[in-house]
T-cell receptor
Framework: GENVEQHPSTLSVQEGDSAVIKCTYSDSASNYFPWYKQELGKRPQLIIDIRSNVGEKKDQRIAVTLNKTAKHFSLHITETQPEDSAVYFCAASGVGGFKTIFGAGTRLFVKA | EAGVTQFPSHSVIEKGQTVTLRCDPISGHDNLYWYRRVMGKEIKFLLHFVKESKQDESGMPNNRFLAERTGGTYSTLKVQPAELEDSGVYFC????????????FGNGTRLTVT
């Protein structure tokens, strides 16, 4: 079945450094790749998404890249701040329905 | 706009008991989803409603789980009888009718089966 692999499971960085989270997906029909951030005790919220017709998208300190050939996509956070500390989930969905498949999450710690 | 609301926020029940979780989606969102997250693992798809119809229930673990969405508004997820492995956080999410639009999550219900 479809699945999404996410690495690393835990990531610790110093404030101001960059953080990169990588995901791979199995269903080649996937064409929509959202990223969600879940802060402690709160609901997952969309932070950025990318569709298969583009290879990169940026929003301030956050960027996503997509390699459809390799079925890889990544989240890049630059100039990390303590408030970036959270669990980040990558996800994929595509043709055939609205089912979104999630990765296992990456717990990001940003040390001040 | 009001967000997705879920009730209760926490539930602790004994094995063999019944629990019913409720989700109120964002008004006007035709799509309603149930997901479950077990500690440290992925947010796992359970099922998807379009209005009152079950579009995809391929993620439902077994027949102890029953989801309904009467009238296409709020939804309930009943677990009967509950087993230890049913413990986890149950998320509800909704989205408007457009294909591949972002999910709006509720705060989740943390279910503990003892």
């Amino acid at each position: 079945g479809e699945n999404v692999e996410q690495h690393p499971s835990t990531l610790s960085v110093q404030e101001g450094d960059s953080a990169v989270i990588k995901c791979t997906y199995s269903d080649s029909a996937s064409n929509y790749f959202p990223w969600y951030k879940q802060e402690l005790g709160k609901r997952p919220q969309l932070i950025i998404d990318i569709r298969s017709n583009v290879g990169e998208k940026k929003d301030q300190r956050i960027a996503v890249t997509l390699n459809k050939t390799a079925k890889h996509f990544s989240l890049h956070i630059t100039e990390t701040q303590p408030e970036d500390s959270a669990v980040y989930f990558c996800a994929a969905s595509g043709v055939g329905g609205f089912k979104t498949i999630f990765g296992a999450g990456t717990r990001l710690f940003v040390k001040a | 706009e009001a967000g997705v609301t879920q009730f209760p926020s926490h539930s602790v029940i004994e094995k063999g008991q019944t629990v019913t979780l409720r989700c109120d989606p964002i008004s006007g969102h035709d799509n309603l989803y149930w997901y479950r997250r077990v500690m440290g693992k992925e947010i796992k798809f359970l099922l998807h409603f379009v209005k009152e119809s079950k579009q995809d229930e391929s993620g439902m673990p077994n027949n102890r789980f029953l989801a309904e969405r009467t009238g296409g508004t709020y939804s309930t997820l009943k677990v009967q009888p509950a087993e230890l492995e049913d413990s986890g956080v149950y998320f509800c999410a909704s989205s408007p009718g457009q294909y591949n639009s972002p999910l709006h999550f509720g705060n989740g219900t943390r279910l503990t089966v003892t």
